[in-house]
């Protein structure tokens, strides 16, 4: 195989979150599938949150280091009262990322067969340099929606310049399609969920999980609520695992309704934690409002976990059908209660749909998605 030479470009790997971890169990992946791999990140020398593969070569450019960022920096402390000043603190910000990037990316491009930009900001940054463009590949994390009118509306369109584009759902091909070729390739999960066995109904416990961020967006206290209605004649119990600025609303629920002693703030667990107790328990609820893919879908099903998930944009309906758990329009409470009664007072469907949920995850191994990315690369 010719040794491919490839730059992964993102902002930085120092703590929680969806695009440095898949970036980390991607790029390792393809070094060890025979790919020469480097990653730029945007950001002064840090420890690695996600473990790098040794393989790697990591450069790193301080992108608060510029004076449009450190402007930015000034202005979001100084005037943090006036509202939407974080707004124009981005702005800056990502100019000074724009003139960093650019200094370096323009000196070493020709050292690489490919660039990959991991996220829609850096990506509308390459699509303007020339001779860089057409070797750059946009791996978008994020909707299309995102960005407002500076990106959506002015700088979006110049991916029509870049070799091509990547996305996480099937929505988001269909809306970058009229750019640019824009292929579908999810995201790939951590090799501790790959390696779980299929566990029966009868190894389980009683519990309900969700795993994510506790943020307005992904909704836990409407999965609280509705747990809250149909769990008063079970002994089922909800483990919430994640942190984040809701804690502190949905803790004032729990305690309100006295809930204590069958809803459970886990925080912040690592891949081996979470995957420990989603083997545990025997369903997964999902309450999103938004989702670029949802992995924790996913890690889910390699767990045994039917699930019951809204129905948002974006990921969902990429990954649950009638194999794996059941789909429910957004917002619609009582559907959702309705569906998670069935299934906890039905020993039999749950059993099934365990199992199935469990071969349905074979679609999101590993070797399929790497298969794709070498397909592009």
């Known amino acids: ?19 440095a971890k898949v970036l980390t169990n991607l790029t390792s992946e393809l070094v060890e599938n025979g790919y020469d791999v480097d990653i730029l990140f945007l950001m002064d020398t840090h420890p690695d949150f996600y473990p790098v593969n040794t393989k790697i070569t990591k450069y790193y450019i301080d992108s608060f280091a510029n004076k449009y960022s450190k402007f930015a920096t000034h202005i979001n402390k100084k005037y ?21 990037l650019k200094d370096w990316i323009r000196e070493n491009h020709h050292h690489y067969d490919t660039i990959v930009s ?49 996305c996480i759902n099937k929505p988001s091909v269909a809306y970058y399609e009229r750019l640019n070729k824009t292929f579908f390739i999810p995201n790939m999960i951590d090799e501790i969920f790959e390696e779980q066995k299929s566990i029966t109904i009868d190894q389980k416990e009683n519990i309900i999980s969700f795993v994510g961020r506790l943020d307005k967006t992904k909704n836990v206290i409407e999965l609280v609520k509705i747990f809250h209605d149909t769990q008063k004649t079970s002994d089922w119990k909800l483990q919430i695992i994640g942190d984040g600025p809701e804690r502190q609303n949905i803790t004032q629920y729990i ?54 998930s809204y129905d948002c944009e974006f990921g969902p309906a990429d990954i649950i059908n009638e194999k794996n758990g059941f789909l429910i329009p957004l917002h619609n409470q009582q559907l959702f209660a309705e569906k998670l009664e069935l299934l906890i007072n039905n020993d039999q469907l749950l059993d099934s749909l365990i199992q199935s949920s469990y071969a349905e995850s074979n679609t999101w191994k590993k070797e399929k998605i790497i298969q794709q990315w070498e397909k592009i690369l």
């Open 118 to 166: 991991c996220w829609y900001k850096l990506s509308t940054m390459l699509s303007g340099e020339k001779n860089i463009s057409q070797k750059t590949i946009a791996w978008e994390h994020s909707s299309f929606r995102v960005g407002g009118v500076l990106y959506d509306k002015l700088l979006r369109k110049n991916y029509k310049k870049l070799k091509s584009i990547i």
């Open 1 to 19: 195989m010719n040794r491919k030479k490839i730059l992964f470009v993102y902002y930085q790997n120092i703590q929680i979150g969806g695009v």
């Open 255 to 308: 305690k309100d309704n006295n809930l204590e002693n069958t809803i459970f703030l886990l925080g912040i667990k690592n891949p081996y934690e979470i995957s420990q107790l989603l083997g545990k328990s025997k369903i997964f609820a999902f309450t999103s409002l938004s989702e670029a893919f949802g992995l924790a879908l996913v890690e889910a099903m390699f767990c045994s976990n039917a699930i019951v």
């Open 80 to 100: 943090k009262f006036i509202p939407k000043i974080y707004n124009i603190h981005s702005y800056f910000y990502d100019l000074g990322s724009y003139v960093v």
